[in-house]
């Protein structure tokens, strides 16, 4: 079967970019990690998480190894290499057309970036910690560029509905961002229902970025889609983007 024909890509016009994020589409991998699962931490048959990072670059006839990430809810942003070495880090940029860039999610929000003439392109993993601590800031920074110039797409999050969060959640926001307190409701327990989408486009909007998409999907509600808070035990969303070679 052919998974990426169920899986999203961004709704923006950017020539020569390639781009998507994955759903559970595919016949890779064995429950609960079915059936596209290329994250190699949760636990997963490491020779099935293979065969799907094989596969990918077979379909897509890549010429050099992906850059894949150690993610640990930071703010580094990493320069994408070919060298074939996982590096830490919760953003990665690319300037070199062929070169893969790619993360890994599965509630916490992916960010697409993309230079709206098609030179630079970028991810961010956007949980709430990397939001508070600046990780599209450093991104945005990264990619040398004027905001106006890049355009974003958000990819499938958990939404405000299913995502409770603490107090001290919503203070690490209010402290740092203006006007940030609209993205968190009360909820009957106490607690806060928090808008990871509506703080990410706050933040964006805040540094200049003009053209904002996606934010429509949700992680926990939707079945296609790897959860953490749903399911606990599973796998996770794959993000990929890349300058094509080709084009």
């Known amino acids: 079967m052919r998974p990426e024909t169920d899986w999203l890509t961004p709704d923006w016009h950017v020539p020569g970019v390639r781009a998507y994020s994955s759903t559970r589409a595919g016949d890779f991998n064995l429950p609960p990690y079915d059936g596209f699962n290329t994250a190699s931490h949760v636990g997963d048959d490491i020779d099935d998480v293979v065969n799907a990072r094989l596969w990918l670059a077979q379909h897509f006839h890549w010429q050099q190894p992906p850059q894949w990430l150690v993610q640990v809810h930071g703010v580094d942003v990493i320069e994408a290499q070919a060298d074939g070495i996982e590096r830490e880090g919760d953003a990665v940029v690319t300037f070199t057309p062929g070169q893969i860039c790619t ?120 079945q296609r889609f790897f959860s953490y808070r749903r399911d606990q035990i599973t796998g996770r969303m794959l993000s990929v983007i890349w300058i094509d070679p080709a084009q």
Not at 158 to 181: D, L
């Open 103 to 222: 993360l890994h999610t599965a509630d916490c929000l992916p960010v697409f970036f993309a230079a709206e003439d098609g030179s630079i392109v970028g991810l961010a993993h956007a949980g709430w910690r990397g939001l508070a601590a600046g990780v599209l800031q450093a991104t945005l920074e990264k990619m040398a560029l004027a905001p106006k110039h890049i355009k974003v797409w958000l990819g499938p999050a958990i939404s405000q509905k299913h995502f409770e969060v603490g107090a001290e959640v919503k203070t690490a926001f209010i402290e740092k961002y203006g006007n940030s307190e609209q993205f968190f409701v009360a909820n009957k327990s106490g607690r806060w229902q928090c808008d990871l989408y509506g703080l990410a486009r706050l933040i964006l909007i805040q540094q200049g970025v003009r053209t904002i998409t996606g934010g429509n999907h949700c992680s926990y509600d939707d």
